[in-house]
């Protein structure tokens, strides 16, 4: 592939490329982009939430017609919930992670010269950036954007009747949505293919880093559940354009009976959730993939049970294909098969806790680097057994009854996923910033964006539990129309403090990743001695990734202070000595 | 335009942030030994911030539970939560220990070699096989609370209650002296039939439609769950009770009231729930509030999805009983 030269315009290099090191770099940004317009939508929706009738004018700044004297309208609180759901699960914790570093890191860690196909890669990418565009368009839509919740849960999502995010905004979601599941179906074979085929030479599939495999087991659940999602949204696009029935029935609206008759909004929930749940883990992996590799490198130790960890990936992969029915205990579903999910739920948090601790196991008489990155590693660690216990409550058909779709639910889900997900994305900016951009990110300011963030939020997600406890619902524009939850009402404030707080350290991020692209330290060829491959390639990239062959291979990537070694590392090139044994 | 200014704003502080960390050195990158050991400390710092954490929100938050169950199976269901938190705090505080106190434990120092210790089948084994224990047992327990939860069947002469649902607003429909509730339907919606209920059956005449729910003490009630438009969820916290409102189906969920309003006002927990209220409530020049079960929305709805609840009021079956007779039947709405 590397051997015939085509010359490079700034288009072909920058613009429509097709290598793997770029597209990861314009995923990242793109990703990050995103990121601050749905993290900057919660601070808008957490300011309603403590202070309901307060105006605020930054409210009054952004939320034009849809606000009155600087207080948003219930409408579209509801709509920036649901545009950050989406946002931050979709755009920033698929596409941006796992679009970031399987891109940078499938080739230059399995040593490939690029993915299998390039042009496919292109194509994906711009897909994403399409729906991209779609989605933030559809925050101009007069009416406002969709606004059923990420779940959009029909007949909610299918009648502009019954709310008005439903009409034009809705529409440009679901087109929005199609073209990102495209896109991510077109990475995730990629991914797949590359994985398979493309390994160097004594690249066996049990000497591949952890982050390799958790990137290549993420990309076959998401092609087994994506398509799913796609269906679901095209007979939802029928439903709310053709007139078929396939979720509606006995419908009347506004003074008037609908035609529909027949469907079941409940056949939705199964098809939304049938990807919903293992979408919870396509976030999750590639962060879990992630801080197993930097946890390994930064404490100078082999991770814990290599083997148990790839076991526990691929059982969580398969095990979340047959939990989702625990989102929908109390959707009126037969209670057996509410046993059913129950017994599949509780499943998963065998691999789940065999991962945590072999996590701390691995820390354990290490001799540990606190780079930046790693105190990102070591904070995820935390957030996910915090918010992973509590699904024992929601995984439990029976106790699921009363904390369903209230503040728990978003405490806990925030905690599991969104927040030890972000985690694991900063963790491996800091980490993979030298690999990406031939400079280095800065420290202080790193150590700064981990502790505020870290402490703003538990600050937030831990009393939130409690707001959840005393049967608040989430998705409530306010507190205000029930008196029994004015005592919640302190609490709120408390949560928005540390979300502003949480939200302003990112400013802090920001300024560290985009100056350190121009300015930061020049980076040494392998800044963390770590022992993977791609730290073997040039810091100035190069089509192809290495100048020569590409390197064999010839052990596991976790021989850190490996006894009968010089140094406290091994790099995977580097062969056997005489009587050595691999591990 | 004050938009503009927003952002402009954060613009400068990130321009500032970086000029501040210009001057504190920013070439530095890579942590040094001192940074491992000002960083392990934090760690330790922010273990004791967490467990600070922890305890002050369950000491300080206590308050606001909800009080004890007002339904004879969520008492079981309080029962497995009890278990479950217990079991949940345990795990939560020696693995969260151990993850910040290896992390200042081992801190970096130049010169050391970590162990090299790759693998224990000793180890995974056992902590595969105790969670695996314990969830076993803890599906079987919340299993056998789930299944006598959700058990609906009519075996002890139960009540038998609609629960209506539309934007944004709930009804009730009580099946009357056959106990059977007449069929519904939304075609049949019009003008004061506002359930649709269908007057050609003869289950139907007798129903009693109410806008307040009353539910008699120790006597099970079967609700019958409808939705005229889109997804409700009917959510009465203080039964521990919650069923999704479908449109196109009626679903179901059963309990048995164990407390009166009467009684719930004068249990302690709901006592020192209320005062807090109160207190907050007087602060603001508000008027005191007085307990009442509630019934609220649980799934989004739409713009007033926030603001749609029923009032639930439980009392002893007598009452309750006086209270229907006075309600007026389908039969005599209608005509
Ligand atoms: C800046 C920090 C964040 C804060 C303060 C925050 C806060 C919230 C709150 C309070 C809600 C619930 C609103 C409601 O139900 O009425 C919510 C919803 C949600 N958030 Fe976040 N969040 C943050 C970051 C994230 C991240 C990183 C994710 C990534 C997974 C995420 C995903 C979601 C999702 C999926 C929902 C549900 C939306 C819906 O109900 O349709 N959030 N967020
Ligand atoms: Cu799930
Ligand atoms: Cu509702």
Redesign the pocket.
């Known amino acids: 592939m590397s051997d015939h030269h085509h010359k490079e315009t700034f288009v072909t290099k920058y613009i429509f490329s097709t290598d793997h090191k770029m597209i990861s770099k314009q995923y990242l940004i793109t990703g990050i982009f995103m990121g601050v317009i749905?993290?900057f939508m919660?601070m808008l929706?957490?300011l309603q939430?403590a202070w309901p009738e307060k105006s605020f004018s930054i409210i009054e700044a952004f939320l034009g017609h849809h606000q009155d004297g600087g207080v948003m309208s219930p409408d579209i609180y509801l709509a920036i919930?649901?545009i950050?759901?989406t946002i931050?699960?979709f755009f920033?914790?698929t596409a941006g992670l796992s679009g970031t570093f399987s891109n940078l890191l499938i080739p230059l860690q399995i040593g490939a010269r690029d993915m299998a196909s390039g042009f496919l890669n292109m194509v994906s990418y711009w897909l994403f950036f399409l729906s991209s565009i779609i989605m933030v368009i559809s925050l101009f839509v007069e009416a406002g954007p969709a606004s059923a919740?990420?779940?959009i849960y029909p007949p909610l999502s299918a009648l502009p009747q019954a709310i008005p995010g439903s009409g034009l905004g809705m529409t440009l979601w679901l087109v929005s949505m199609a073209i990102f599941i495209a896109s991510s179906l077109l990475g995730a074979l990629n991914y797949i293919v590359t994985v398979l085929n493309l390994r160097t030479v004594g690249m066996k599939m049990t000497r591949l880093p952890l982050t390799i495999w958790a990137f290549f087991i993420t990309a076959i659940i998401g092609v087994v559940s994506f398509p799913v999602l796609l269906s679901a949204a095209l007979l939802l696009i029928f439903d709310r354009s053709f007139g078929t029935s396939f979720y509606l029935s006995d419908i009347f609206i506004q003074g008037e009976v609908l035609h529909y008759q027949g469907g079941s909004p409940v056949l939705f929930e199964h098809l939304f959730w049938f990807l919903g749940h293992p979408e919870v883990y396509i976030?999750l992996l590639p962060a879990l993939g992630i801080t197993s590799e930097i946890i390994s490198t930064n404490s100078r130790k082999p991770i814990f049970g290599y083997r148990a960890m790839i076991g526990s990936i691929i059982a969580i992969a398969f095990l979340s294909t047959i939990v989702w029915g625990h989102h929908m205990f109390v959707s009126g579903m037969n209670p057996f098969l509410g046993s059913v999910f129950t017994f599949t739920t509780l499943l998963i948090a065998i691999p789940s806790a065999v991962k945590a601790f072999n996590y701390i196991t691995t820390l354990w008489k290490g001799n540990l680097q606190m780079n930046p990155a790693m105190l990102f590693s070591i904070g995820l660690v935390s957030t996910f057994i915090s918010g992973g216990l509590t699904g024992l409550v929601l995984g439990d058909s029976a106790l699921d009854i009363n904390v369903h779709d209230t503040y728990f639910v978003?405490a806990h889900?925030?905690l599991v996923?969104?927040?030890s997900?972000?985690y694991g994305m900063f963790a491996g900016v800091y980490h993979w910033f030298p690999k990406m951009y031939g400079r280095m990110m800065n420290k202080t300011l790193g150590y700064w964006h981990f502790w505020i963030t870290a402490v703003a939020a538990y600050g937030?997600f831990f009393p939130m539990h409690f707001i959840g406890l005393a049967g608040l619902p989430?998705?409530?524009y306010s507190n205000t129309a029930f008196p029994l939850f004015d005592d919640v009402a302190d609490v709120n404030i408390v949560i928005t403090m540390f979300?502003i707080l949480?939200?302003a350290a990112q400013i802090i991020f920001l300024a560290n990743f985009f100056i350190s692209i121009y300015k930061g330290k020049k980076a040494t060829q392998n800044p963390w001695k770590s022992n993977t491959l791609e730290w073997t390639t040039p810091i100035e990239h190069i089509h192809g990734n290495w100048p020569g062959e590409i390197p064999a291979v010839h052990r596991w990537p976790y021989d850190y202070s490996k006894p009968g070694h010089e140094e406290d590392y091994v790099c995977q090139t580097t062969p056997l000595m005489d009587g050595e044994e691999e591990s | 335009m004050t938009a503009l200014l927003y952002i402009l704003l954060a613009i400068v502080v990130a321009v500032a942030i970086w000029q501040i960390a210009s001057i504190l050195n920013l070439k530095s990158v890579i942590a040094t030994e001192k940074d491992n050991n000002t960083q392990g400390i934090l760690f330790a710092a922010f273990g004791i911030f967490f467990y600070g954490l922890m305890i002050f929100s369950f000491v300080k938050y206590s308050s606001i539970l909800l009080p004890d169950s007002a339904s004879v199976e969520g008492d079981r269901y309080d029962t497995l939560y009890m278990v479950t938190m217990v079991l949940i705090l345990i795990v939560q505080a020696i693995t969260q220990f151990l993850l910040f106190y290896f992390a200042f434990k081992y801190r970096g120092i130049k010169g050391r070699k970590a162990l090299f210790y790759a693998d224990s089948h000793k180890l995974e084994l056992i902590w595969t096989v105790i969670p695996a224990v314990v969830l076993a047992g803890l599906v079987l327990y919340g299993l056998s609370v789930w299944i006598d939860v959700m058990d609906a069947s009519d075996a002890e002469d139960p009540l038998i209650v609609e629960v209506y649902a539309k934007q944004f607003q709930w009804e009730a429909r009580y099946a009357g002296e056959d106990n059977e509730l007449g069929l519904a339907n939304v075609r049949n919606i019009k003008g004061i039939n506002t359930m649709g209920v269908d007057m050609t059956d003869k289950n139907a005449l007798d129903d009693i439609p109410t806008r307040e729910l009353h539910l008699p003490k120790g006597r099970k009630v079967i609700f019958k769950f409808r939705s005229q438009d889109v997804l409700h969820s009917a959510y009465m916290p203080h039964f521990r009770a919650q069923m999704n409102c479908v449109p196109g189906m009626v679903t179901q969920f059963a309990f048995t009231p164990s407390m009166t309003t009467e009684e719930m006002r004068l249990n302690d927990k709901t006592i020192t729930k209320v005062e807090g209220i109160n207190k907050i409530r007087a602060e603001k020049g508000e008027d005191p509030y007085e307990f009442d079960y509630l019934l609220l929305c649980n799934k989004i709805c739409g713009a007033s999805h926030y603001n749609m609840q029923m009032k639930i009021i439980v009392e002893e079956e007598s009452e309750f009983n006086s209270w229907l007779n006075s309600q007026k039947t389908m039969a005599q709405v209608v005509q």
């Open positions: 749905g993290v919660s929706f957490r939430i919930v649901t950050h759901g931050m699960v920033v914790l919740g990420w779940t976030v978003v889900f925030h996923m969104g927040v997900a972000i937030v989430r998705r409530y979300a949480g939200g």
